[in-house]
């Protein structure tokens, strides 16, 4: 091993945790780099949830800053779900775990606490010790099953569940910000609502 492979391996992780979607999952990439640069675990699993982690967190402050650009009704879908999210402790529990343990990607999950408000210093620590689990076991088996594991890593870049799981992804955080509702009356209620004129007469136009 040499630092400049470390380093690359490193790089790469951390550039696919600044994707919102469609990037390789990051247990895929670091099983490919462990087989391939035969890197020892324990320094590469925790580089690789460092990156991660880090990656991630940009991704959320980058989400962050383009919530002042959303419009009024968007930003109030968004504060309903929060409120809704930390109304109750078990929700906010779940929340977390989410974080740490979903196997769901993690990029819309990240976009979504980034658009809210949120501490995401907590979520990213929850996130970085779940992955620091799930990664040690990920590259920990890759030195005992190396072939298959390889071929398993291989087959998640381009899986079609994967693909789908992304588009569901998708779909929730565009209903989150309230792209799926409309946010303006429709011209019918907007003339149903007009106010009635009334003639000399009385009668109503």
Known sequence: MTLAQLAIALAVVFAVNLLPAFGPPTWAV??????????????????GALAAA?????LAQGARR????????RRESVDRAQAALIADRRRTAAGLGLFALSPVPSG???VGAGLMTVPLLP???????????????????ATIAEKNLGDLALDALTSPLGLALQLLMLVALTALLGGLKPTEKSWFLSVAQRPKRTTRSGVHR
């Open 54 to 58: 880090s990656g991630r967190f940009l």
């Open 123 to 141: 979520l990213t620590a929850a996130f970085f010790a779940g992955r620091l689990v799930s990664y040690s076991i990920y590259v920990s088996v």
């Open 66 to 73: 383009l919530r002042p650009r959303l419009s009024a009704a």
């Open 30 to 47: 670091l099983v490919f780099f462990s087989l391939d640069f035969d890197l020892p675990a324990a320094p590469f699993v925790l580089g």
């Open 108 to 110: 819309q999950l990240f």
